[in-house]
């Protein structure tokens, strides 16, 4: 009888201590199946994420390429405008004999060096012509996209929209204004003409050149250039 519940017992036990294992081999394997699956989920959330970032992203992209291409035709449009009435305006001053403006003077470069004391041995028209060049390149000057304005004769005497311009100038020389690429192609096309976009070397931005050439009666007087800022609509879409 004794035999019996000794057996009875350990029969039990062994009952017992199956559950126990197979309870925790079964904790233990529910317990790695929810962890992969917690973790299959996160790493479907953050790619789901991702994707979803990128997509905000390539549009924003977009967005802004549009705004920045709309923004840029619309400085070119107004700038194109008023270097066609600044031209009309210099070819009429060039028809006629002028003083010297007493409210502008005029920052003239003599090519090829640069140097002051040649400006005196220029003729009296070409030197009050350019002071009343150098308002309408003031007035250039003011538009936002603007950082730079100049004209150029055809003698390649050049008159800068300020002294600051003309120094940096005068630090490569020699030149010759009228071989550069934004003279010739204004005198080939007889018209407007927009350069590519490159870097400038003195302020390091981005820039494009709007230039034109200005007739009289005569024929070529000279051309006229403007330099268009694109860091400037760079910097607009940055804020």
């Known amino acids: 009888m004794r035999f019996r519940k000794r057996k009875a017992k350990s029969l039990q036990n062994r009952i017992v201590l199956f559950v126990t294992v197979s309870i925790f081999i079964y904790f233990l394997a529910s317990t790695g199946a929810i962890y992969l699956f917690v973790v299959r989920g996160v790493e ?3 790619e789901e994420l991702q994707e979803e970032r990128r997509g905000r992203e390539e549009e924003q992209i977009q967005t802004d390429l549009l705004r920045f291409s709309t923004q840029f035709m619309d400085g ?18 060039s028809e006629r004999e002028l003083p010297l403006n007493p409210l502008f003077q005029p920052y003239i470069f003599v090519p090829p060096l640069g140097r002051e004391e040649d400006i005196w041995d220029l003729p009296p028209s070409v030197m009050n012509l350019s002071s009343f060049i ?7 000057s003011r538009q ?5 304005a100049y004209f ?14 003309l120094e940096a100038v005068r630090g490569h020389v020699p030149i010759n204004p009228t071989t550069r ?4 192609r204004a005198v080939e096309e007889g ?10 070397l003195i302020t390091g931005n981005y820039l494009v050149t709007l230039s034109a ?15 268009l800022n694109i860091t400037y609509f760079i910097n607009i879409m940055q804020r």
Not at 76 to 93: P, Q
Not at 134 to 140: A, G, I, M, S
Not at 191 to 200: E, H, I, N, R
């Open 44 to 46: 479907r959330s953050l």
């Open 134 to 140: 150098q308002r309408d390149l003031y007035l250039l």
């Open 191 to 200: 018209s407007l003409s927009l350069s590519p976009m490159y870097m400038d």
């Open 76 to 93: 070119i449009r107004d700038a194109s405008s008023f270097i066609e009435n600044t031209t009309s305006h210099i070819s009429l001053l």
């Open 181 to 184: 690429p934004w003279y010739v």
């Open 152 to 165: 150029t004769f055809q003698s390649g005497v050049t008159v800068f929209v300020d002294y600051e311009v």
């Open 144 to 148: 936002p996209i603007t950082q730079n």
């Open 213 to 227: 050439p200005i007739y009289n009666s005569s024929g070529l007087v000279g051309v006229i250039g403007v330099d």
